[in-house]
Protein backbone atom coordinates (compact mmCIF):
# COMPACT_ATOMS: atom_id res chain seq x y z
CA UNK A 1 0.00 0.00 0.00
CA UNK A 2 1.51 3.55 -1.10
CA UNK A 3 1.58 6.34 0.71
CA UNK A 4 -0.39 8.89 -0.77
CA UNK A 5 1.21 12.57 -0.57
CA UNK A 6 -1.69 15.15 1.23
CA UNK A 7 -2.03 17.15 -1.75
CA UNK A 8 -3.37 13.84 -3.68
CA UNK A 9 -5.37 12.26 -0.35
CA UNK A 10 -7.12 15.66 -0.26
CA UNK A 11 -11.14 15.87 -2.15
CA UNK A 12 -11.11 18.28 -5.15
CA UNK A 13 -14.07 19.88 -3.67
CA UNK A 14 -11.81 20.77 -0.21
CA UNK A 15 -8.85 22.31 -2.59
CA UNK A 16 -11.54 24.80 -4.64
CA UNK A 17 -12.79 25.44 -1.18
CA UNK A 18 -10.03 26.87 -0.05
CA UNK A 19 -8.59 27.99 -3.53
CA UNK A 20 -12.07 30.24 -3.51
CA UNK A 21 -11.53 31.63 -0.13
CA UNK A 22 -7.76 32.08 0.04
CA UNK A 23 -7.54 33.70 -3.97
CA UNK A 24 -9.77 36.99 -3.12
CA UNK A 25 -7.23 37.47 0.09
CA UNK A 26 -3.88 37.03 -1.88
CA UNK A 27 -5.26 39.59 -4.93
CA UNK A 28 -6.48 42.37 -1.52
CA UNK A 29 -3.08 41.43 -0.23
CA UNK A 30 -1.20 42.20 -3.36
CA UNK A 31 -3.31 45.60 -3.80
CA UNK A 32 -2.19 46.71 -0.41
CA UNK A 33 1.49 45.57 -1.04
CA UNK A 34 1.27 47.91 -3.90
CA UNK A 35 -0.54 50.65 -2.22
CA UNK A 36 1.93 51.61 0.41
CA UNK A 37 4.72 51.02 -2.23
CA UNK A 38 6.52 47.55 -2.00
CA UNK A 39 8.60 46.68 -5.14
CA UNK A 40 9.78 43.30 -5.35
CA UNK A 41 13.48 42.34 -4.44
CA UNK A 42 16.99 43.85 -6.82
CA UNK A 43 16.78 40.26 -8.48
CA UNK A 44 13.14 41.07 -10.73
CA UNK A 45 14.39 43.20 -12.84
CA UNK A 46 11.56 42.73 -15.30
CA UNK A 47 8.23 44.16 -14.10
CA UNK A 48 6.36 41.42 -16.07
CA UNK A 49 7.60 39.05 -13.64
CA UNK A 50 6.34 41.46 -10.28
CA UNK A 51 3.45 39.48 -9.88
CA UNK A 52 3.72 37.39 -6.40
CA UNK A 53 2.98 33.41 -6.87
CA UNK A 54 1.78 31.81 -3.33
CA UNK A 55 2.75 27.76 -2.72
CA UNK A 56 1.20 25.55 -0.47
CA UNK A 57 3.47 24.33 2.02
CA UNK A 58 2.52 21.26 4.28
CA UNK A 59 4.73 21.04 7.77
CA UNK A 60 4.89 17.74 8.98
CA UNK A 61 6.79 16.25 12.58
CA UNK A 62 10.20 15.85 10.86
CA UNK A 63 10.49 19.28 8.80
CA UNK A 64 8.83 21.38 5.98
CA UNK A 65 8.12 20.02 2.34
CA UNK A 66 7.04 22.50 -0.37
CA UNK A 67 4.73 21.54 -2.63
CA UNK A 68 3.40 23.20 -6.18
CA UNK A 69 1.34 26.00 -5.87
CA UNK A 70 -3.21 24.83 -6.80
CA UNK A 71 -4.09 28.27 -7.10
Not at 22 to 31: G, L, S, T, W
Amino acid sequence: NAIMHPLESQHRWRRNRVRSIFRPFVFEYVAFLKSIGHKPGLTCQNPELWDIAFDLIWVKMDGIEYHECIF
